[in-house]
């Protein structure tokens, strides 16, 4: 594997560089939320500003709550009191997104750990892959702001979700 395949990251360790996937290529029955790449999202160069596209898969997992699981993300945090901020958010840019372009985000769970959830969002323009994040949520007490399991009524659709998905 050469430099050019890999991508190097913290403490320099390397990993695999990412291939895009077409947005067709998804499996049929993850989640999608379209969206406007808005003015406000941009930098002074018209080009969407990094911090503005993680706000963006955030937002789009705040509506696959309610849309696929059935549940509401603010009450998970008001009600609940399970905090679910990120433990972890790493990005990859395959092509720049635009002011005014038409996206889809795809929200699909790449893992669910005892007390954490990997999301893997994909960010497309047609069926051309422009970002892809991964984002880790820590489940946390909203009182002590302690890590806590992934409570079943949260663990029990994500599974479910995440079966429809890959099977």
């Given at each position: 594997?050469?430099?050019a395949d890999?991508?190097e990251?913290?403490?320099?360790?390397?990993?695999?560089?990412?291939?895009?996937?077409?947005?067709?290529?998804?499996?049929?029955?993850?989640?999608?939320?379209?969206?406007?790449?808005?003015?406000?999202?941009?930098?002074?160069?018209?080009?969407?500003?990094?911090?503005?596209?993680?706000?963006?898969?955030?937002?789009?997992?705040?509506?696959?709550?309610?849309?696929?699981?059935?549940?509401?993300?603010?009450?998970?945090?008001?009600?609940?009191?399970?905090?679910?901020?990120?433990?972890?958010?790493?990005?990859?840019?395959?092509?720049?997104?635009?002011?005014?372009?038409?996206?889809?985000?795809s929200?699909?769970?790449?893992?669910?750990?005892?007390?954490?959830?990997?999301?893997?969002?994909?960010?497309?323009?047609?069926?051309?892959?422009?970002?892809?994040?991964q984002?880790?949520?820590?489940?946390?007490?909203?009182?002590?702001?302690?890590?806590?399991?992934?409570?079943?009524?949260?663990?029990?659709?994500?599974?479910?979700?995440?079966?429809?998905?890959?099977?």
């Amino acid at each position: 594997m050469s430099a050019a395949d890999t991508i190097e990251g913290h403490a320099g360790l390397t990993r695999p560089r990412l291939t895009p996937v077409a947005f067709s290529a998804l499996p049929l029955a993850s989640f999608h939320t379209p969206r406007k790449i808005r003015f406000s999202d941009c930098d002074p160069a018209g080009i969407a500003y990094t911090p503005r596209l993680i706000d963006l898969m955030n937002g789009a997992v705040e509506d696959f709550f309610p849309e696929r699981l059935g549940l509401s993300y603010y009450d998970a945090i008001r009600v609940h009191g399970v905090g679910l901020g990120y433990g972890r958010v790493d990005c990859d840019f395959f092509r720049p997104v635009s002011m005014g372009d038409a996206v889809v985000l795809s929200v699909l769970i790449d893992r669910i750990g005892a007390g954490s959830i990997a999301w893997r969002v994909h960010l497309h323009r047609a069926d051309e892959e422009t970002v892809r994040g991964q984002l880790v949520t820590v489940t946390t007490d909203q009182k002590t702001r302690r890590a806590t399991p992934v409570p079943t009524w949260l663990r029990e659709p994500l599974e479910a979700y995440r079966q429809a998905v890959s099977g």
